[in-house]
């Protein structure tokens, strides 16, 4: 049998050394001996950090230590998942709990970190069920009270994106770019939405990507006709004088992106939008310019939040939801957010901006859908994906 | 805007006024006076049975009572994702702990069951970090004792499928032997294991439905050079004289088939593979006979797990993983297994089938992967697809 690894494996496992070399150097400054994904049927968000995917059937205990080589404990049938990927693994036939004992007995870590948080899904992979699990394993060896979360090592390795994921981000990025340009060469009066996203969804194939959230709702097609808001594409047909706004990403080497554009039927004689539309679009394009100049390491998601917000009120736009969330292998990161402080978002908005974090900007309202991906440098921050910088016409 | 519903959307509010039916009526006798879902971002494995889907964006608590009408607590925005399926629906905009305080006091449910679950990753969706924030939310009302597992009623709604959800199983059972089929045509000697998967993903495609398990991992195509086990397919070449096995099964209408068949390349002049093949073949295919005869409302896992397992052993053959498993939205759809009494599988081999429940049959050994799906009836089971009768000729 050939065992040269092929192209994806080499990558994949740069990948994850890049990882877990980032997560291994939080933890002290943590106060964390050991980093603890515990799992079964692939139900942590975190295992692609970990382990390169999501393929873990069996219960599973994949530790990094600060002071040691790493080690996984899984299902005999696993090995092949992780091996490429930990130093030490121990497979088990009948039960995880004895070798994780042997382990922890071995290795004495004092603080354990485990992947749970209140307020942010991506660290919130492990099951109430599996917490329960793992209590039960570690009381027996006094360890049980050595459990504690995670979350700021394992949010700072979804948040701060290394050379490799950044290449497949703006890779993701320009395949949804290039999807959008396709469309607007094919959109013409008398397509439903469902139609619409039925081009998308063929452009999908043809690039070889899938969507970046539930496809029944990637695309979310609207007509200005329609309500605003999450929802499937419907019956309603585009006609001339209507705009069109498009909410979309894809998924591409396990990276996501999330965009929005807005496109104007012209109507017979028609050479731009009506003023109304123009006015709305380029309000929204001003508040995620404004938000971009804000947006660096050191500020609060909060400031740079008011930094699209308030200038689109003061021209009469409101939008409720946040500015932005973090954008990663999944379309909705996790952790910080860039949101107001209120009851929803306060929890998320309050912490500091790094370099590294991926965001998207989308002060959308009404009919003008625009949404851009940007990643934070030492300065300032950079476009994944060159903006929208006038609305698309058909 | 035109508001009737699709056809896809009339058989979800279908199937899922099915499984609340079910799952109200299950409430008292485990008494439960509410099942409360508690979610976000998708994060919880019941979703499709609660609310028809997993597009669930902000913090939701979706709740069934034993006495009185459906609640759904959503944010603003995925108010569309759940007006079809409850009958009151409270959006809210900042905070959800609110309106679920005033709806738990107006109701006063004296036993909470929410979604967690030491051995059925199919019942344990709810995070940890989502059960301390539910805490949080009912300490101040007193209700926070009031929480326990709903195991018993969601393990039910999972295993117990209604007559929707069998023709959905059907579908993509029969989908999946066409693929089988189509593939059978098309194997010729020198094909890599990974370009016969390739034309698994290309028949995907043909016929619209996605894998029923990661990608990478589905199908899994092993030559009989290759090691066993899960494993992505590699660069090993399938010629004359090789078995091939491939374990494959499609996601359909949100409903999972997981099959398995085997395939023998004649070499010049050979009509049947050898004899030890064509033994391990029918040794396996037996094993899958007796297991169903024994399968029926009643017994435990373990009884039909021994059915397959002891006259395999008696001939010589050793297979260390469960019998089967359950499916339905899920591949591996947790609950009861059919396997031994040993420490891996004792916690979820010993409980009774009960009708209406779809198992696996799977006493794979080496190079033959035989797969059938089964579902319990009244009196015995039933095949979903018809099984393999004998070893595929290329």
Chains 1, 2 share one sequence.
Not at 189 to 200: N, R, S, Y
Not at 324 to 345: E, K, T, W
Request: net charge negative; with cysteine.
């Amino acid at each position: 049998m050939d065992r040269r690894p092929t192209e994806e494996q080499t990558l994949r496992r740069a990948l994850v050394a890049e990882k877990h070399a980032q997560a291994t150097a939080l933890l002290p400054a943590h106060g964390l001996d050991c980093w603890l994904t515990f799992s079964r049927e692939g139900s942590d968000l975190l295992l692609p950090y970990v382990m390169g995917g999501e393929e873990l059937v069996g219960t599973a205990a994949l530790m990094l230590f600060a002071d040691g080589p790493t080690v996984a404990i899984v299902a005999d049938y696993d090995v092949g998942q992780v091996e490429d990927h930990f130093e030490t693994v121990l497979p088990y036939s009948l039960d995880w709990q004895g070798p994780l004992r042997e382990i922890l007995n071995e290795r004495k870590p004092a603080r354990i970190g485990i992947n749970f948080s209140e307020h942010d899904h991506g660290t919130d992979g492990l099951t109430h069920g599996l917490f329960l699990a793992l209590i039960d394993a570690l009381e027996p060896i006094g360890l049980a009270e050595a459990l504690t979360t995670a979350e700021p090592v394992a949010a700072a390795v979804r948040a701060t994106k290394t050379p490799a994921e950044l290449e497949r981000l703006r890779r993701a990025g320009e395949i949804t770019q290039r999807i959008f340009e396709d469309i607007t060469g094919m959109l013409k009066p008398g397509l439903t939405e469902t139609e619409i996203a039925e081009i998308f969804r063929e452009r999908m194939q043809t690039y070889e990507v899938g969507p970046a959230w539930e496809a029944a709702y990637c695309p979310s097609v609207f007509s200005s006709r329609s309500a605003g808001g999450h929802h499937a594409p419907g019956t309603t047909r585009i006609e001339r004088g209507d705009g069109l706004r498009v909410d979309f990403g894809v998924r591409s080497e396990g990276y996501c992106s999330d965009l929005q554009r807005t496109w104007y039927l012209l109507r017979p004689g028609e050479t731009a939008p009506p003023a109304d539309f123009v006015r709305a679009f380029d309000t929204v394009h001003d508040g995620i310019r404004l938000a971009a100049e804000t947006l660096r390491p050191g500020v609060t998601g909060q400031v740079v939040d008011a930094a699209a917000r308030d200038p689109l009120a003061a021209r009469g736009y409101t939008f409720t939801h946040a500015l932005g969330h973090q954008l990663g292998r999944l379309a909705h990161d996790g952790g910080l957010l860039l949101g107001p402080d209120n009851a929803r978002y306060g929890a998320r908005s309050g912490g500091l901006v790094e370099a590294g974090m991926v965001f998207t900007l989308e002060p959308c309202v009404g009919p003008i859908g625009l949404e851009e991906n940007v990643v934070v440098t030492e300065t300032g921050c950079e476009f994944l994906v060159d903006p929208q910088e006038a609305v698309y016409l058909v």
